[in-house]
């Protein structure tokens, strides 16, 4: 069965860290992009980082840029996402997702070809 599988959500102080991972099960991320994504509640998805498949680039949104990163270890088939000095604005659910497309790929609305369940982040003092 394809799917990807995020963990390691849960609830942090402001200025805290976590580190979210993404399994991928029935297919190998090597060849795809990958990316991360989230949604707070009233709010339409917003793409937080991904590394495109062609070169290997990350990028990162403005609102994450210096304080997340994203990386991929295609050995253990999973992607991960460093989350450091975390504000309460960063609250979300946060999905992973991957694509066989090339170049750009900081948008929802590219071709995704799977979706993750998501994971709760919520930064509350």
């Known amino acids: 069965q394809v799917q990807l599988v995020e963990s390691g959500g849960g609830l942090v102080q402001p200025g805290g860290s976590l580190r979210l991972s993404c399994a991928a099960f029935?297919?190998?991320?090597?060849?795809?992009?990958i990316g991360w994504f989230r949604q707070a509640p009233g709010k339409e998805r917003e793409a937080v980082s991904c590394?495109?498949?062609?070169?290997?680039?990350?990028y990162y949104s403005d609102s994450v840029k210096g304080r997340f990163t994203m990386s991929r270890d295609n050995a253990k088939n999973r992607v991960y996402l460093q989350m450091n000095s975390l504000k309460p604005e960063d609250t979300a659910v946060y999905y992973c997702a991957a694509g066989a497309f090339w170049g750009s790929c900081l948008s929802p609305s590219h071709p995704w070809d799977y979706w993750g369940q998501g994971t709760q982040v919520t930064s509350s003092s």
């Open positions: 029935g297919f190998t991320l090597d060849g795809h992009t």
């Open positions: 590394i495109s498949s062609s070169d290997g680039t990350t």
